[in-house]
């Protein structure tokens, strides 16, 4: 079936690194996909997205990378800073489609 | 501002008893989404509308109710048929364009039965 999955439930990272979170998606279909951020108790927010037509898209301190080839999408921070810390979350979905399919989630979690 | 507002931000419920979560959104946004969340869990979804008058059930809806009579308000109900309501809910909506946009999530509902 379908299924967007991430590869690491948890993240520890020390402030001022790069942190990678990572995603894998099954549905080849799949051509429209996002990040997103949920801090404790709040709603996602959305961070950067990417179409199928590109293999890389930069925002501030965010980078998305797509490998279509694999079906696997990556999540790169910059200068990871204590507010980075949330849940991160990519979803999907399919050009036309009718709903956004999420994974499971990432903790990421800033060390001093 | 624009946005997506959900109401209450905490709701208590006996067991046995309805209750309404309310999702309004003043984006223009065709779509509207509802998604539970269990603690350390993602999102699934419960229902979804993509317009006016017609809605979707998602892959968790008994239980749950919905209507969609205006665009810019998609109230959930839970009813008592709903055996483990306890959770985190979040309302979402999109537009409804012929390329992909991003979903806005409201800032959820917690529901806790008592």
């Known amino acids: 079936g379908e299924s967007v999955g991430l590869h690491l439930p948890t993240l520890s990272v020390q402030e001022g690194d790069n942190s990678i979170i990572n995603c894998a998606y099954s549905?080849?279909?799949?051509?429209?996909f996002i990040w997103y951020k949920q801090e404790s108790g709040k709603g996602p927010q959305f961070i950067i997205d990417?179409?199928?037509?590109?293999d890389k898209r930069q925002g501030q301190r965010v980078t998305v990378l797509l490998n279509k080839t694999v079906k696997h999408l990556s999540l790169q921070i910059a200068a990871t800073q204590p507010g980075d810390s949330a849940v991160y979350f990519c979803?999907?979905?399919?050009?036309?489609?009718?709903?956004?399919?999420f994974g499971p989630g990432t903790r990421l979690s800033v060390l001093p | 501002d624009g946005g997506i507002t959900q109401s209450p931000k905490y709701l208590f419920r006996k067991e046995g008893q309805n209750v309404t979560l309310s999702c309004e959104q003043n984006?223009?946004?065709?779509?509207m989404y509802w998604y539970r969340q269990d603690p350390g869990q993602g999102l699934r979804l419960i229902y979804y509308s993509q317009i006016v008058n017609d809605f979707q059930k998602g892959d968790i809806a008994e239980g749950y109710s919905v209507s969609r009579e205006k665009k810019e308000s998609f109230p959930l109900t839970v009813t008592s048929a709903q055996k483990n309501p306890t959770a985190f809910y979040l309302c979402a909506s999109s537009a409804q364009t012929g390329l992909s946009t991003e979903a806005f999530f409201g800032q959820g509902t917690r529901l806790t039965v008592v």
């Open positions: 979803a999907e979905k399919r050009n036309y489609g009718q709903n956004f399919v």
């Open positions: 984006l223009n946004h065709d779509a």
């Open positions: 549905n080849s279909a799949s051509d429209y």
């Open positions: 990417i179409r199928s037509n590109m």
